[in-house]
């Protein structure tokens, strides 16, 4: 399950640090958005979703951002710790219950 | 905690033979699907499947390709003709019929040599 890519974007940040991971997407009409975690090794992990309805959704130490307007989403974590170097996806779905379209990924690094 | 199990874990081929890659999604869930990941690559939508028939399908899931729900558990995916390109991870997901969150499994990695 790993997403190893020599020309990953990669956020190398210190622990204790805010992380900001950033996506674009494509389609206007999307109207769900999902964050996924992706551990070495394993499949990815679902993080925090929103819909087109909202603009800002948060979980515990995480938080979505929905930007409409230029198809913009990011995803913000407090308080970064070593258990948060992964590689994050985002996703996003125009009619529920079928495919999901992912984003090229992140890789966040974090430095003890 | 409930959770999609794939088996195998790995699967190394020979080009040209068959494989079918097992899935078990959670107990409770009404769709299933499988996406697939080229090492480097993002993840890429291949099937979804409801009701016992293909919902939708990409490109990619050309007619080398095909699922089944054999039992009440399993959920299948059958390459008849490996190819070099299809080497991959897979991966298999479910979700359940009041949420719109898809649970991955931790895919099988396939070696096509």
């Known amino acids: 399950g790993e997403s190893v890519g020599l020309h990953l974007p990669t956020l190398s940040v210190q622990e204790g640090d805010n992380s900001i991971i950033n996506c674009a997407y494509s389609n206007s009409a999307s109207d769900y958005f999902i964050w996924y975690k992706q551990e070495s090794g394993k499949g990815p992990q679902f993080i925090i979703d929103?819909?087109?309805?909202?603009d800002k959704r948060q979980g515990q130490r995480v938080t979505v951002l929905l930007n409409k307007t230029v198809k913009h989403l990011s995803l913000q974590i407090a308080a970064t710790q070593p258990g948060d170097s992964a590689v994050y996806f985002c996703a996003e779905n125009n009619n529920a219950g079928n495919m999901l379209t992912f984003g090229g990924g992140t890789r966040l690094m974090v430095k003890p | 905690e409930p959770e999609v199990t794939q088996t195998p874990s790995h699967q190394v081929t020979q080009m040209g033979q068959e494989v079918i890659l097992r899935c078990v999604p959670i107990?409770?869930?009404?769709?299933f699907y499988w996406y697939r990941q080229i090492l480097g690559q993002k993840v890429e939508f291949l099937v979804s499947?409801?009701?016992?028939?293909?919902?939708?399908k990409s490109e990619i899931f050309d007619d080398q390709f095909s699922v089944e729900r054999p039992d009440g558990s399993n959920f299948t995916l059958k390459i008849r003709s490996t190819k070099l390109e299809d080497s991959a991870m897979y991966f298999c997901?479910?979700?359940?019929?009041?949420?719109?969150?898809?649970?991955f499994g931790p895919g099988t990695r396939l070696t096509v040599l």
């Open positions: 997901a479910s979700k359940g019929a009041f949420y719109n969150e898809q649970f």
């Open positions: 499947f409801y009701n016992n028939e293909i919902s939708e």
């Open positions: 107990s409770n869930h009404l769709y």
């Open positions: 929103i819909r087109s309805n909202m």
